[in-house]
């Protein structure tokens, strides 16, 4: 059996109980969007890591350096805001190709620099290494949370609204640009855009922590059909999603309709959006629309409801169910 058969969830999931057998009580594992390490009665850090390569995650003839930098950081900043955590401190190792030019990690730097400024979070150390002829690039996060407030992807509730921060699909428009060289139109820019500098939904994902209405709670990295599931299969429960709901922006629409992209597909399967996926007890949804309308001038968009069953996903489009499933990205499938 090779690992393209089980997939990454597959491999993950053949040492996961080993290990979380392992931890106290009071500490979470692997599985959700970070770790959660709990420090007294009140308060627990949170951790998350991950890794990009060249030419599997980013392609350095597309991507600048300073957006990497960002981009780097960003990731793992969004697994923080998912929790409803703050982030603290963060840490950096890289392997390089030792011709790499000295200015273009100083200006990966700069851009690692400018998020980490933007939300208080200093680089406190890594690890350096030389690579073979890729750039490799791991971050790992510490952030901070109350306890009460951490949210898990374990706790979505029958009859939940099903709710994203904003646009999907955006990232995954703007990759579909890069490759297909259609990349000089205004809204060709901004898509690109989305996809080379995510802004993790910090400021969100403390706000919405805070609100007891809010169960369940993760980021948007591998697209929602992908990642609706995570939070399915942790709170043993199924979706239906309404496709008509799925919030997109007037450039991905417009770049759908002139490149005959399927606009669905991008939105439901692309990845690298970055914003929050959350459910949310019903009777709060008008209170928490208001509240987080006049906190970000912006509204929360429910897309559908958390039902009973097995973590299944029901796709409907004009009140009509949908045989077909987009599935989200996992790595080696
Ligand atoms: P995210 O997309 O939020 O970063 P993933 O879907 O990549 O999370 O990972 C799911 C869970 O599996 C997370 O809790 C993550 O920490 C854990 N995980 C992923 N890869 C590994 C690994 N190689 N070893 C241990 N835990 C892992
Ligand atoms: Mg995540």
New binding site residues.
Partial sequence: MKLNNIG??G??GR??SR?NQMIQKQDK???????ILSINETEAHVV???LLIEDIHFLTDHISPEELGYKSLA??L??IA?MGARPLYSFLSIGIPKNTDVAYLDRFMNGYYELSAKYNCPLMGGDTTQSADRLVINVGVIGIGTKADLKLRSAAREGDIICVSGNLGDSAGGLKCLLSKTNETPYALHLINKHHKPEPRINEGLWLGKQSAVHAM??I??GISS?LK?ILKASQKAAQIDLDKIPTSEELKRAATENQWDINALATGGGEDYELLFTLKEEAFPGIQKAYLLEFGKTVQPIGRIVEGKNEISWFQEGKPLKTSNSGYDHFA
Avoid: R
């Fill in positions: 990454e969830f491999f993950i040492f996961e290990f594992g692997i599985g959700d969007d970070c770790a998350s890591t991950d990731v793992n969004s697994d998912a993760m980021d990295s591998d990642d995570h």
